[in-house]
């Protein structure tokens, strides 16, 4: 399939000049976007392919084999931009914004976070102000993705402080060049090296009232329902960087026991193979299980009907369980590897030396896993009505049914 690229000689012999360069990977995001990959789970009519959440994930995690910074690009565009704009856009924005998001000539970015609003994300400091039929945005957004080559950005901010999250805060489509937005400082990062990382400052920024996604005071739970979908293909790319250091260390023992080593015959490392098989096994059964409830979900949402609460609660934890438990899976299977190849693991430009870098960002951003663990445990256990950070829904306290992973 055109779609598995995992072997793919298009990528994977560049990556290395990426990553040493920190340098973004335009002519690989021009052979993405040729191939339909950045409008993949857009509706047809707006120039997409029109596939699944399944399918989405299938080149998710492909990607994620061979880059997480190519993946991240890739997420952030269409899980973070593109995804919100489908589900709460007007006929109008969807029509304007859809078509070039999808064909790749845009890049989209989401802009959430701020220096003092990371994972407690109901404390935005950016304002939105209005004034006539626009609204004026002052303030920062730090760790963008796809922030300093992004034309489209959702931006939140806040309308009315004194309403807190739940009317306080709206989300925006910010497009590049308006007068007032400018972008800040970008990060240099011990991983994610292809993945631009920037600041975007906003000063009497000026954006029209149709560029408002959904409606004003809506703008936190428009965040909760992206990054439920967002943790969710998160956790696809890490399973494909588990499963490719797995694959790695397949063929490395198999070599070795070709060329008259004993590696794979012992038992300590066959031991430490199976706990990376065994979760790799267990990451893939629970991620794309999410992935088909993502799908239910997204469709009640995008129909403007209302969400089933079982169904919300479900992705919410289910999303929460993967992010955490997947990207902790990749971290552990990495590691595992470097232990059993020894000195040839930590080898500069090696896919291995490469998937440790960039592995254990997957931990802290979209929420850290402590948040994820928060998330988890205030659900299981019926805790509502105490918005103490971000990524937690709001729900009144009731007896939640057990956690089951069935369709």
């Known amino acids: 399939s055109e779609m598995c690229i995992r072997d793919s000689s298009e990528i994977l012999p560049s990556i290395n000049t990426y990553d040493k360069n920190e340098e973004f990977p335009f002519d690989n995001i021009k052979k993405m976007s040729d191939r339909g990959y950045f409008g993949l789970s857009v509706p047809k009519n707006y120039g997409g392919l029109g596939l699944s959440k399944i399918e989405y994930g299938i080149l998710l995690e492909e990607l994620g084999a061979i880059c997480a910074s190519h993946a991240t690009i890739l997420g952030a565009h269409l899980g973070l931009c593109v995804t919100p704009i489908i589900l709460y856009g007007t006929q109008e924005q969807k029509n304007r914004f859809l078509p070039s998001l999808s064909s790749g000539e845009s890049i989209g970015a989401f802009a959430l976070t701020e220096p003092s609003a990371g994972s407690d994300a109901a404390n935005l400091q950016t304002t939105a102000t209005p004034e006539g039929d626009d609204f004026i945005l002052n303030g920062s957004k730090i760790f963008c993705t796809n922030g300093d080559h992004a034309d489209f950005v959702i931006v939140f901010a806040a309308n009315d402080k004194s309403l807190g999250p739940m009317g306080g805060i709206t989300a925006f ?235």
Not at 358 to 387: C, V
Request: charged content about 25%.
């Open 173 to 407: 489509i910010v497009e590049k060049n308006t007068p007032g937005f400018t972008v800040g400082k970008k990060e240099k990062k011990m991983g994610l090296r292809a993945s631009s990382t920037a600041e975007l400052i906003f000063e009497n920024c000026k954006v029209p009232k149709e560029n408002i996604l959904g409606d004003v005071g809506t703008g936190f739970m428009i965040a909760l329902s992206t990054l439920d979908g967002g943790r969710v293909t998160l956790a696809v790319g890490s399973l494909g960087a588990a499963q490719r250091a797995l694959d790695l260390c397949v063929d490395y023992l198999r070599q070795n026991q070709s060329e008259g080593g004993n590696l794979a015959n012992r038992q300590s490392i066959q031991w430490k193979l199976a706990d990376v098989v065994m979760e790799v096994y267990a990451s893939k059964y629970l991620v794309y299980n999410n992935l088909m409830e993502l799908e239910k979900y997204y469709e009640i949402i995008e129909s403007k009907e209302k969400v089933p609460r079982q169904l919300r609660d479900r992705v919410s934890r289910g999303s929460a369980i993967s992010k955490a438990y997947v990207s902790e899976v990749a971290s552990r299977a990495i590691t595992r590897v470097i232990e059993i190849q020894g000195i040839l693991g930590i080898q500069d430009g090696t896919e291995i030396e490469r998937g440790f870098r960039d592995s254990f960002i997957a931990e802290i951003y979209e929420g850290t896993n402590d948040i994820q663990r928060m998330i988890i445990a205030k659900e299981i256990l019926g805790i509502g009505n105490t918005l103490c950070l971000s990524l937690i829904h709001i729900s009144e306290p009731t007896r939640r049914t057990p956690i089951s992973y069935a369709v």
